[in-house]
């Protein structure tokens, strides 16, 4: 059974009720960042998908609101929340989080900053959220009838995006780690417009026909990112490998290039196993197969 901790609950529902009136639709976590209720459907294998039609708790971010009744209801049933997490995607501000992680090895900060200079945009003034780990979380808003996507290190390693379906875990949250905190100075900011060269390279490319780069384009850029892998250093491998599969699979390049990345991430240490499984897992989020 899960810890209560009642100061840390009251906490959590008073800067989600404050969330909320910024009109940032919120839903109660746990300590491990998870959503704090459970799907009512998970001892029925046979259920149907839901999205909260069955007018229960438990669906996630189809939970969440800005109605303060409805988040102490959520939050009742939940006794064990410490922390909350705001939906992105929905109006009005059609959230978009750019999280910047420090787990992986790699400097995520340095790589969003290399990113603005190679397209030509510069991240406004805004919300910026600071993590128990050391990472940021960057709040910007999306323009309406644009639907961003969940991504995981697709604009660089270390670089994950919440957008539509997902959610950020808001200021003031405990979890096991610690505590989510605004930044100096950013609190009294509403979220700012993405640039919209930013969001060109948050969008789903087009898609194409798996082979429909020409051979030549097809070598170059297959070259790159395998010595995009090769120069991993220790604790950088898997995260170099699952960002250079997702792009291989984005451009039509595998299966083709698979052989020569797993050769890749074994030379830097990886065993063959571990390499051939970052890839299987880089094809599930692009929706391919290996």
Same mark, same amino acid.
């Given at each position: 059974?899960?810890?209560?901790?009642?100061?840390?609950?009251?906490?959590?529902?008073?800067?989600?009720?404050?969330?909320?009136?910024?009109?940032?639709?919120?839903?109660?976590?746990?300590?491990?960042?998870?959503?704090?209720?459970?799907?009512?459907?998970?001892?029925?294998?046979?259920?149907?998908?839901?999205?909260?039609?069955?007018?229960?708790?438990? +669906?996630?971010?189809?939970?969440?609101?800005?109605?303060?009744?409805?988040?102490?209801?959520?939050?009742?049933?939940?006794?064990?929340?410490?922390?909350?997490?705001?939906?992105?995607?929905?109006?009005?501000?059609?959230?978009?989080?750019?999280?910047?992680?420090?787990?992986?090895?790699?400097? #995520? #900060?340095?790589?969003?900053?290399?990113?603005?200079?190679?397209?030509?945009?510069?991240?406004?003034?805004?919300?910026?959220?600071?993590?128990? #780990?050391?990472?940021?979380?960057?709040?910007?808003?999306?323009?309406?009838?644009?639907?961003?996507?969940? #991504?995981?290190?697709?604009?660089?390693?270390?670089?994950?995006?919440?957008?539509?379906?997902?959610?950020?875990?808001?200021?003031?949250?405990?979890?096991?780690?610690?505590?989510?905190?605004?930044?100096?100075?950013?609190? +009294?900011?509403?979220?700012?417009?993405?640039?919209?060269?930013?969001?060109?390279?948050?969008?789903?490319?087009?898609?194409?026909?798996?082979?429909?780069?020409?051979?030549?384009?097809?070598?170059? +850029?297959?070259?790159?990112?395998?010595?995009?892998?090769?120069?991993?250093?220790?604790?950088?491998?898997?995260?170099?490998?699952?960002?250079?599969?997702?792009?291989?699979?984005?451009?039509?390049?595998?299966?083709?290039?698979?052989?020569?990345?797993?050769?890749?991430?074994?030379?830097?240490?990886?065993?063959?196993?571990?390499?051939?499984?970052?890839?299987?897992?880089?094809?599930?989020?692009?929706?391919?197969?290996?």
């Amino acid at each position: 059974m899960a810890t209560i901790d009642r100061q840390a609950t009251t906490l959590a529902l008073a800067h989600a009720l404050s969330a909320a009136e910024r009109g940032l639709a919120v839903i109660p976590l746990s300590r491990t960042k998870l959503p704090a209720l459970r799907s009512p459907h998970r001892d029925d294998p046979t259920a149907p998908l839901c999205h909260g039609e069955c007018g229960r708790f438990g +669906h996630g971010v189809y939970d969440a609101s800005i109605d303060p009744v409805r988040i102490r209801e959520l939050f009742a049933a939940a006794p064990w929340a410490t922390g909350y997490g705001i939906a992105c995607g929905l109006d009005p501000h059609r959230l978009i989080g750019i999280d910047l992680d420090t787990k992986s090895g790699t400097d #995520s #900060s340095a790589a969003l900053r290399e990113l603005a200079l190679r397209h030509l945009f510069t991240i406004p003034e805004t919300v910026v959220v600071l993590t128990p #780990s050391g990472g940021r979380h960057v709040w910007l808003s999306g323009p309406p009838d644009v639907v961003v996507p969940n #991504s995981a290190g697709r604009l660089a390693p270390g670089i994950d995006i919440r957008g539509a379906g997902g959610y950020l875990v808001g200021p003031g949250s405990r979890t096991e780690h610690g505590a989510y905190s605004t930044a100096p100075g950013t609190a +009294h900011l509403a979220p700012a417009a993405c640039p919209p060269s930013l969001l060109q390279l948050l969008l789903p490319p087009p898609r194409t026909g798996r082979h429909a780069a020409s051979p030549a384009s097809a070598g170059q +850029h297959g070259q790159g990112l395998v010595q995009f892998v090769l120069a991993a250093h220790e604790g950088q491998r898997n995260t170099r490998l699952f960002w250079a599969a997702c792009r291989a699979y984005e451009n039509g390049l595998c299966p083709d290039l698979t052989e020569a990345l797993v050769d890749a991430a074994v030379r830097t240490g990886l065993t063959e196993r571990e390499a051939r499984s970052t890839i299987t897992s880089a094809s599930r989020m692009t929706r391919h197969r290996p």
